[in-house]
């Protein structure tokens, strides 16, 4: 059984950083689709980026340049570096995975972590 644990997210004022973790039990990373959405309070669910072993990375428009994805294989875990964060980035973040082809839509992804909250103030 694949088991996804997000962690790093916190409060941060504007213009600050945070490095989201996901660390995969259960199953290697190295072959997987690795993607992260997030939920604004009150919002449906997001795309912000998704990546796969052969690095073909899609990120939104919304945090592109601000937001990488990295992933450390020896420890199973992918990484969210978020910098110059805004308020309207503030949501739960969730990582999501799949053995399959890269992409935005959540439906694609099988796997979910509990989710991890982030705030922005201004």
């Known amino acids: 059984q694949v088991q996804l644990v997000e962690s790093g997210g916190g409060l941060v004022q504007a213009g600050g950083s945070l490095r989201l973790s996901c660390t995969a039990s259960?199953?290697?990373?190295?072959?997987?689709?690795i993607a992260w959405f997030r939920q604004p309070s009150g919002k449906e669910r997001e795309f912000v980026v998704a990546?796969?072993?052969?690095?073909?990375?899609q990120y939104a428009d919304s945090v592109k340049d601000r937001f990488t994805i990295s992933r450390d294989s020896a420890k199973n875990t992918v990484y969210l570096q978020m910098s110059s964060l805004k308020p309207e980035d503030t949501a739960v973040y969730y990582c999501?995975?799949?053995?399959?082809?890269?992409?935005?839509?959540?439906?694609?992804?099988?796997?979910w972590g509990q989710g991890t909250q982030v705030t922005v103030s201004s």
């Open positions: 259960g199953r290697t990373f190295s072959t997987a689709a």
């Open positions: 990546s796969g072993r052969s690095w073909n990375t």
């Open positions: 999501a995975a799949n053995w399959g082809p890269v992409t935005r839509r959540s439906e694609s992804y099988a796997f």
